[in-house]
């Protein structure tokens, strides 16, 4: 198993900008696509955004696509979610999320669950 440990997130104005940062281990990260999630209060969990063993390639919500960059670095086991010009929208718990596969554009989640961690963008 892989264990996923989060950090950052927090309260932002709208048009600003944050960045989450998701720590692996346990298990070689390289070999795991990591994502992004988010449910809002009273809302279903949704994808957010995807990236592949190497970040070559990467996949968002069109909510986010142009907003939101998801990166990577092996090195360090650790993916990110850097967020720009935040909305009150995007107000929400983040969840990172690891993969033994490589599912393209399906907004379906792998097996492994970060603790989530909040972000509010206040209007």
């Known amino acids: 198993q892989v264990q996923l440990v989060q950090s950052g997130g927090g309260l932002v104005q709208a048009g600003g900008s944050l960045r989450l940062s998701c720590a692996a281990s346990?298990?070689?990260?390289?070999?795991?696509?990591m994502g992004w999630f988010r449910q809002a209060a009273g809302k279903e969990r949704e994808f957010v955004a995807r990236?592949?063993?190497?970040?070559?390639?990467?996949y968002y919500a069109d909510s986010v696509k142009d907003r939101f960059t998801i990166s990577r670095d092996n090195a360090k086991n650790t993916v990110y979610l850097q967020m720009n010009s935040l909305k009150p929208e995007d107000t929400a718990v983040y969840y990172c999320?690891?993969?033994?596969?490589?599912?393209?554009?399906?907004?379906?989640?792998?097996?492994?669950w970060g603790q989530g961690t909040q972000v509010t963008v206040s209007s």
């Open positions: 999320n690891a993969d033994r596969v490589w599912r393209g554009t399906s907004v379906s989640p792998g097996d492994y």
């Open positions: 346990g298990r070689t990260f390289s070999n795991y696509a």
């Open positions: 990236i592949n063993w190497s970040g070559g390639s990467t």
